[in-house]
């Protein structure tokens, strides 16, 4: 956390949580106006530490004050020390202080006159002898600096008499989202950064990506403007500050949207208009069976072919809209949404009304002209958008993040700040807000783990997120947080993890301690980097696996491994504890091959443990790869959710687990308080530390996982820092 940060919190720590965060906005303002010497303080103020100390004063001073002898106040102040000299550079450090309270009384809190020109504020001031906006060397520059919640919006001009082909012409003005302005936003993907064109805003030239502008030239209309908001050009890219502020503030924009514009992109010159008419025919179809008479192309094999390669152009596999982290809230929060697919506009809803009947209902004209890649295909279409439609469901940070980490984004922490609209409003991120455009990978992937943390109130995170090899990792992110670098996990397995995460409780209860979470990061200076946590060492890892389970695999194949697994047992587990001491081996073994766990058929939150039948079955299928048909421990997602990349382990007790691909011989197993799982941790002895600790991540350790091993023990938790 720097200076500033603590400086404002100090000054704030007597106001309530919506003026606090109005005050500091403010006073964030009129410093940076003064660092980038265009604003209207003079040399008495020389840091920001010093000039949010007199704000807090002044702050102080005015709480205490009635509203007539407040303002009483706030004009003897301004009469007896005006601004002096060009954009007031003279005025004293007290005249700003006493700007920056006035302009949130004045405002009300919604910031609509932060800084107003009538008490010669910075606003009004930095105004003045200058155009509203600056477009120069074809860049963005906005001497006009946002406050609060303003956004600028771009006025896309008609073409008029000269057609659809004329330059492209906008003004862009502002707007604050609290009065509810009327705009629609686009949701596209930027394109080639190489491949620019030019837009004419407020009669300078601005280069835009050409994806962008042929979007623009779709949408305009020909005799009335458009407003419309679009992150190129409505978001000034070279200023940290303001892009920072406008990212946090991106779920506001999409939300408030009279609708979003989703584009598509182009069709291919090579596709006949009859087969894009042909295309769209079979959506209303599958939208509304009953009621739209069925297309042609349902008559044969091969004239289905050609309009599902048609209706394939806006398919995951090919479109690249469906691979981009920013789109996901920017469809899923606006309350209309248009696909624009060329010259055609077919409203969202179709869509998912036709992959609607798709998952739900048998339709029997498609069935006779289907293959098996076309079904396919189709299902991958119908995942997106089920998952999209299901998006306002409100995930906690953590599921939201692990469920779209398969998406791409340009820079890395998009992939935390693309999902920032979509979680819930009272969930703070305390951590996360303090991360700017300029923060490394490293520290908002962090920081966003502890804020999941704390969402949950357990160290679930760390359970769902398996960590990468350190060859592929994103650079410096520590072992413990959620690494969101692209890669496919499969949506059974992470199911898996959740489920059995929320049925186990390896823990007994014992909370998270947040104040330790917090304490942490402020005994690192505000790092992040550090998980500070407490809990009780269960055993030291002892032996370990050859090779991991390389989940999914043939049946054969897992079952020879699971094979080599028992005989390690059996061999060193004689060595390590009586017979007499646990049940027996087999039986154990068996229980681990499934979590100890199962699901009850009809009903996925609640779960049974395994019978002796079923472990019977087990056994069989450890022995001779085979299953029984229909056999609910072994359907799709619960044996490999359970082996999947494991290594297993015997602890220096004989206990059996399954841990992850780099456990090693002396790792330490623990559970920590606010845990379901238990998981495994490596001493740092080389620094010469008994509480510092590499994560290595989640494990199962069979007897341990319902909280029986701790109900057995009086054990007293220990602070332990992972890194």
């Not at 696909?339 to 498609?366: D, V």
């Not at 094979?563 to 009586?578: D, G, I, P």
């Amino acid at each position: 956390m720097s200076a500033f940060q603590n400086a404002m919190k100090s000054a704030m720590n007597k106001e309530k949580n919506d003026k606090m965060r109005s005050m500091r906005a403010v006073a964030k303002d009129a410093w940076k106006h003064k660092s980038r010497e265009i604003a209207c303080v003079g040399s008495t103020i020389t840091d920001e530490a010093k000039f949010l100390g007199l704000v807090k004063k002044a702050s102080d001073e005015a709480e205490k004050m009635n509203s007539a002898t407040r303002n009483a106040k706030i004009n003897a102040t301004m009469a007896a020390d005006p601004p002096t000299g060009r954009k007031g550079a003279n005025a004293s450090a007290n005249h700003w202080a006493w700007a920056v309270v006035d302009s949130w009384y004045m405002s009300g809190g919604s910031q609509e006159r932060i800084l107003g020109a009538e008490h010669g504020g910075i606003k009004g001031n930095l105004q003045s002898g200058s155009q509203a906006h600056l477009w120069e060397g074809g860049q963005q520059s906005f001497p006009k600096m946002l406050f609060g919640d303003e956004i600028h919006i771009v006025e896309l001009l008609p073409y008029a008499t000269e057609g659809p082909a004329a330059p492209l012409r906008c003004h862009v003005h502002t707007v604050s989202l609290s009065r509810d302005p009327d705009y629609e936003a686009v949701s596209y993907v930027w394109g080639d950064p190489k491949q620019t064109t030019g837009v004419e805003i407020d009669g300078r030239d601005v280069q835009i990506s050409m994806n962008l502008a042929t979007l623009l030239q779709r949408i305009r209309h020909s005799n009335k403007k458009r407003d419309i908001w679009a992150d190129q050009i409505c978001i000034d890219q070279g200023n940290v500050d303001e892009k920072t502020a406008q990212v946090h503030m991106m779920g506001d924009v999409y939300s408030k949207c009279r609708q979003c514009l989703i584009w598509m992109g182009e069709i291919p010159e090579s596709i006949p208009a009859s087969d894009v008419e042909a295309a769209i025919h079979l959506l209303k179809f599958m939208a509304a069976p009953e009621n739209i008479h069925a297309p042609s192309c349902l008559t044969s094999n091969d004239e289905f072919r050609k309009v599902f390669k048609v209706l394939c152009e806006i398919h995951p596999h090919r479109n690249s809209w469906w691979s981009r982290i920013w789109t996901v809230q920017e469809v899923i929060l606006p309350r209309k949404k248009t696909i624009i697919w060329g010259p055609q506009e077919l409203p969202w809803e179709l869509l998912s009304k036709a992959m609607y009947t798709w998952t739900t209902r048998y339709i029997p004209h498609l069935k006779d002209v289907l293959l098996d890649q076309d079904i396919k295909e189709m299902n991958v279409l119908s995942s997106n958008v089920v998952w999209i439609n299901d998006g306002r469901n409100s995930d906690l940070p953590s599921i939201l993040a692990v469920k779209w980490r398969g998406r791409k984004a340009t820079y890395s922490c998009d992939k935390v700040f693309g999902l920032r609209g979509l979680i819930r409003h009272e969930t703070e991120l305390e951590f996360t807000k303090l991360c700017t455009c300029e923060s490394s990978a490293a520290d908002v992937y962090s920081a966003f783990t502890l804020d999941a943390i704390i969402a949950k109130n357990s160290l679930q995170p760390l359970v769902l997120d398996p960590r990468l090899k350190d060859d592929i990792a994103t650079e410096y992110v520590p072992r413990w947080a959620m690494d969101l670098k692209e890669r496919f996990l499969s949506a059974d397995i992470l199911f898996y993890k959740v489920w059995t995460n929320d049925n186990y409780d390896a823990c007994n209860g014992r909370a998270l301690d947040q104040s330790l979470l917090r304490s942490t990061v402020m005994e690192q200076a505000g790092s992040t980097h550090i998980l500070g946590v407490s809990g009780v060492k269960v055993d030291k890892v002892q032996i370990i696996s050859p090779e991991q389970c390389a989940v999914p695999d043939s049946d054969l194949k897992v079952s020879e491994r699971l094979q080599a697994w028992y005989k390690l047992a059996v061999a060193n587990r004689l060595e390590s504890l009586s017979t007499s001491l646990r049940p027996e081996t087999q039986e154990e073994f068996c229980r681990l091959v499934v979590g100890d766990i199962l699901e009850s058929r009809g009903n996925e939150a609640s779960y049974l443990m395994p019978t002796k039948e079923v472990l019977e079955h087990v056994w069989r299928f450890v022995t001779e790869g085979k299953q029984k048909p229909g056999e609910i421990w072994i359907k799709q997602w619960h044996m490999p959710g359970q082996l999947f990349n494991q290594v297993f382990f015997l602890t220096a007790s004989g206990m059996m687990g399954l841990g992850p691909w780099d456990t090693r011989v002396g790792d330490e197993v623990w559970i920590l308080n606010g845990a379901n799982n238990p998981f495994v941790i490596r001493p740092r002895h080389h620094l010469d530390t008994d509480d510092g600790f590499d994560f290595v991540g989640c494990a199962y350790v069979q007897g341990i996982m319902f909280g029986e091993w701790l109900q057995q023990r009086m054990l007293s938790p220990k602070k332990v820092y992972l890194h």
